[in-house]
């Protein structure tokens, strides 16, 4: 294992209480109907195109409203932080001497403020789409790109989303369960791995322990 592959929100940083924020602000907006509190559990067991559904709002309008929530998100990035243990543990990755790179949909700005914020602006690669189903393809080309193969990569993730990009890229994932998407929504995909705590992370990739299913 040469390279890690990090998703953002939900994974490094915990920003759940600041996305909801934005996504009721944006279904105010287009006159759609917020999200109440107290569907939240029920929407966490559903992939995001299911999620989406439910809620009404068409999969077509997701890159407009992507563009949308990233400049929501510039104004409230200094009130998100990393999960605990996270910054320990890319440190603990990176002074090991493992790459590591982000791929995600929010914006490249809100991501470098948040590295240099809390001091993990040793990460350079960030890499960024308003294409929320895309990251398979940009996992196939960070591996073209790079010079790796496939084996060489593993992608750590919290939601559905990201392990069914995995699968398509042919890499290995690690999903974690401290972000947005619970157990139900990504148990049918059979990630390779599960990690409780960063540190799973961690001991996975560099081979102490497997982290188990």
């Not at 294409?131 to 593993?154: A, N, Y």
């Not at 059979?190 to 990739?205: G, H, K, Q, S, T």
Request: proline fraction near 4%; hydrophobic fraction near 40%; charge should be neutral.
């Amino acid at each position: 294992m040469k390279h890690v592959i990090f998703d953002f929100d939900g994974t490094i940083a915990d920003s759940e209480h600041v996305a909801l924020g934005i996504m009721n602000t944006l279904s105010e907006r287009h006159r759609y109907r917020k999200l109440e509190h107290e569907e939240i559990d029920q929407l966490r067991r559903m992939p995001i195109r299911e999620r989406f559904k439910k809620l009404g709002l068409p999969l077509r309008k997701l890159p407009g409203w992507a563009k949308e929530y990233n400049e929501l998100f510039e104004d409230a990035v200094l009130k998100v932080a990393p999960f605990s243990g996270m910054p320990e543990m890319l440190a603990a990755l990176h002074a090991q001497g493992y790459a590591i790179s982000i791929l995600s949909s929010n914006a490249e700005e809100n991501i470098r403020r948040f590295l240099v914020q809390y001091g993990l602006d040793f990460i350079k690669d960030v890499r960024c789409s308003h294409r929320v189903f895309s990251k398979d393809r940009m996992i196939r080309r960070l591996v073209r790109q790079e010079r790796l193969r496939s084996d060489d990569v593993i992608y750590v993730g919290d939601e559905h989303r990201d392990v069914v990009a995995c699968k398509k890229a042919g890499v290995k994932v690690i999903w974690v369960r401290w972000g947005f998407d619970g157990l139900e929504a990504v148990e049918p995909e059979n990630p390779d791995f599960m990690a409780d705590e960063p540190a799973d992370i961690l001991r996975f990739v560099v081979g102490e322990n497997g982290v188990s299913k």
